[in-house]
């Protein structure tokens, strides 16, 4: 129910009773203006200088019914209310081209906000701003950090406590709505003010939609039914864990007979480099031209049939830019399906010695020529998942088939880019069979996106960049309808002195069992740093941990139920099943795995105990089989391989849990 | 001649036939808005958020003479042109209260704008914006370096490169002409645009003036007969070095007599101490008491009389904070003389491990009070100079005696309290006689700071704040007609690693017989810094460099008749006596010391030879003799002790340059 209240020189706009827009002179509900942006891009770190020319308040405005104009002058934006699905819609409309627009919902003091697409530094926003552009997140993130100063001297590569690859107009509320504004281009979401959130973009945005519920349940069940849901998660990836692997068949065959002959529980072989290597002084990189290297992997079509046989998926990699004067490339410029610079060329992008080109995804034509590449030259091979990379890095400057200013279209390209892949599953009837990983994310990543994971952290303990930064990176992305994320184990980014050591690869090992599936990852110097294959007891501790993730898999089967059914994601703010806490709201290091299963991971060095807190609840602890009254701290020792998790006393998966236990318990030693 | 064009919405203002504002309805020239700041400081660091409610292009505008209303709906400004002496002057008036205001002053893409006060990172402020607000400059004041880092981590005081004790809304263009704006308010020149500079205020100034003349000189002339010129600099400053040293009466006397029996030529002992130590972690600080130490230094009055008699004059310190609960912070609170919190209490600054209140400068009382300290404590000594410290600092939470808002006086402060020290001064009839030197400034310094220093460098060659940053320092200064400055010869800020080496305080010394005067300091930690006193070698080259600034005294009386008459400074650029020279307009690491010897410094470490650039002239190296013709980069040698420097054959002190070259030229060596 749409109401709107006049008084003087007041307007005030409510649905369902709740306040949405409050608008008075003093504080305009509008504004608009015009501005230009300095935009320098160094391989996908962006430096954006706007400088606003105009900025004016709305501050008049008319009432027509359910149409309200907003003026200044000879300067108006039209706004036309509507309910939809019990969710109320604003259109917008200027009467004249402006290029800066800025809207200030209603907020209260202590309110909190969670979403804005993937959120590495902060899971509550406000008090903070968010500049929403997808990017290269930056290794450090922090600019106390030395990892995060030299980054950016060599590399201007530092990034900040906003730079993400999955930026979304899209949050939740504490006020107990979601909020998502239809427009790709460049925007702020300004949570810094007591009594509004100011919205600001480089475009008068489409429409806005907003929804009230009752509780966070609802919320995501509404939004995920807007957004629509992914396909179903591969019940393989419930049966153990991803090795991520190289350097060719035989290599990989043996890295897979090592882990099963210590009982490691392997569900794939992830084996990025399936199209061949490159090497550049970042580490080793891949070959760009994404077809089948048969030298590396000869006979791939039956070695997959083989592995097929004992539940091994075969796992790939692939990305929507091609590496210069390839077969892809050449063939995409043949047929003028690559996007064009400013003199009409092929635009040429570096991504660190050495050059790509741009499959344009806004041609149709190249669109389609590009889903075939992946329906022939990986799904008909076999392969079950692939990392469907780098949806950041559309250059503002390039020229693409649709006429759109490349601006706008860069905050659309990583769903354009899941979209891609998306219908490659879905036309080989593929869905919930063959899934891919993404990082990149933008509104429609909920439908298109089989999964997401969080990119590239530096391999060690920083906040904003190390192992710790995937915990809010979860919980962001799945407030607004991402239920399946996950994340390199062991990390990425191997830079400025950051060494992947043991202890941080077995802490993240045991932290991804309780997250939609386990993966490794070599990291990007795979020879400096610690692997698994290289220590026998890093492997028992897999063997462990896999078979503990396989024995979730009844509990997994339902989380993944309930993503499909409501849009619930697997990893869970705590205040999702327990609103009336107010702690629970400012935790971002711990979360539910699904309702009935509370995690803390250990993201410190040399750290022997943890405390949790526990909502208010009856919980066992898995390792002990202790029991803890909830709306606590708690101290539990955690040594490795016993990460602090809970269980819900009254779980319907109690039996399940209780058999963890006493499988897994801390055998002798006490925690 | 005030000449005004309109055209449809076209207008122009133009004085003398020079184009001053151009006017239309997409390049508006005036903007007025609202915006809320906040700022954060950390002794004497700020960190400025400011947020842009409204930024409204006033498009319409109406002419009556030349009074010109420029309005946007019902917001207004109304500007009045006048002409006085020669120069425009526009006065502002808004028809609303508002905050925020820009104007946008008529520029060409090749022009070049110097000045805004002491700017130590680019002499050309083109293609760059710079916030006025005086602070501490900060400590390495570039992020790419990690004295910046650290500066930044561990006290929020890494600066950049805007940032300046000495801030003022003053330039002078390439376009021949000077301008100032009458506001002590936070503002931003921005002089990225191509076709206009954009001076942006948090307030409607008063009023604006510019000045337009055929040359630099006049330039000079005109502006500092606008700001009026400083006293004369005393003579004594001539006759040789002063020495920057503490630890008491004995110890200072011991520095003087080592001094001298190496033939250094000694014109002063500053002794900052005289009231007394203090020690914190940063270092060896002053005990801020503004009154003689009788322990360190027994019986002083006589010591100065004996002193004066072989012409070294004693030197001290004060700034106008006051140690918490001593006997003048006591007095100054019992009469009300202390600027107040927002509690009606007196406001305490912590300078680091410190408490001081703030003397109330608006306070004509208190004004008064100070101004006698001064004079009682400092001059009755018979004390020939001080550094008068510390302007930087006016909290902008303070509440002060002329109910002006502390962020509006925040950058009145360093020149109310160069005024107190000058009418001590004056009134004790030393002008001439008696001087201090100043870091902090703003427009008024030119006229109440009898001269300048270059505040705390680091010890080290790093471009933004080591020894080079002294020199785009003194030529900013200048040209806005501060024609004496100087720099403590070795720097002052050890921290994060940086400790002062031989050669540093060596390159520093020989660089500053071409400043205003000579002086040392032992920095802020002392003990683990290089000081002269510990070395023989150190102490022939200040005998050597000393001799040298005694032998250019005839040349040093020439230039200060000429700051006196003409406002010309000691450091100029060399565009000032070569504008036609184009490439003189991008040098600003070597002056004019005058109008006829041209310097070079040494301001890399381990450097041999030097590239100077020559304009057209016929030159003559200082050091060998040897004759260059100008408009051409020529090499020299530049072994310590003989910077490159080059007099003007036609100079009329030739025969003084001469005879320098004869007396102190590269005996055997070749260069």
New interface residues.
Partial sequence: MIKIEQKDHNLKIYHNDQLVIHHTDTNPAF?L?SGTAHIENYRGNYEIDDY??????LIDFQCQDYEITFS??MLSLSISLSEVDDRLIVDFKSNQPVNRFWMRIYATPEEKVYGCGEQASYFNLRNRDYPLWTSEPGVGRD??S?TT?YA??FDKAGGDYYTTYYPEPTFVSTRRYWLHVDSNAYAIFDFKHSDYHELFFWEVPKSMVISFKQDYKDILKDLTSYTKRPPRLPEFLHDGIILGVQGGLEKVLGYLKQAESHGVKVSGLWCQDWAGHNYTSFGKRLYWNWRLDEKLYPDLKNVIKELDKKNVAFLTYICPFLLKNETLFNEAKDNHYLALNQDGDSYILDFGEFDCGIVDLTNPKAFNWYKNVIKHNIIDLGIKGWMADFGEYLPVDCVLHNGVDAKLMHNAWPVLWAKCNYEAVEETQNLGKVFYFMRAGGHGSQHYSTSMWAGDQSVNWETHDGIASVIPSALSTGIIGNPFTHSDIGGYTSLHGNIRTKELFERWLEMNVFSSYMRTHEGNRPSTNFQFYQDDSTLNLMARMTSIKVALKPYMLHLVDEAMEYGYPVQRPIFMHYPEDSTAYNLQYEFLFGADVMVKPVVHSEQSTQEVYLPEDDWIHLWTGTHYQGEQRVNVGCPIGYPPVFYRKNSKFRELFDNITKEYHNKGGSL
Avoid: A
């Fill in positions: 504004y203006g606003i020319e105009s900025r004016i308040p200044y002058y600019k106390h030395l100063y950016n001297l």
